[in-house]
């Protein structure tokens, strides 16, 4: 038996009008926008209480026009600086 050789030409329309049909039936609008909120208020949730977290970690602080300083453990030799381009 000889092998037959065959060439396929797709356009760029042929191609998105198969991808769009494709991703029809991939997405599930309820399913996915429910996924989608409850990812959106688990991230918020978590940047929250990881900030919230972070600053629980510091003793006090203090803030001036150029820097904020964070101490750590009510200790004056142990402390972070942050520049105002970091907040």
């Not at 191609?15 to 494709?22: E, L, N, T």
């Not at 600053?55 to 009510?74: A, M, P, Q």
């Amino acid at each position: 038996m000889d092998a037959i050789e065959t060439t396929f030409t797709i356009t760029e329309s042929e191609y998105v009008r198969a991808m769009r049909r494709h991703n029809k039936t991939q997405i599930q609008f309820f399913r996915d926008v429910i996924a989608s909120i409850l990812i959106i208020v688990g991230g918020v949730y978590l940047l929250l209480f990881a900030e919230m977290r972070t600053w629980s970690v510091f003793s006090s602080w203090l803030r001036d026009n150029e820097f904020y300083i964070l101490y750590h453990d009510g200790g004056s030799t142990k402390l972070s600086k942050l520049g105002p381009e970091c907040l």
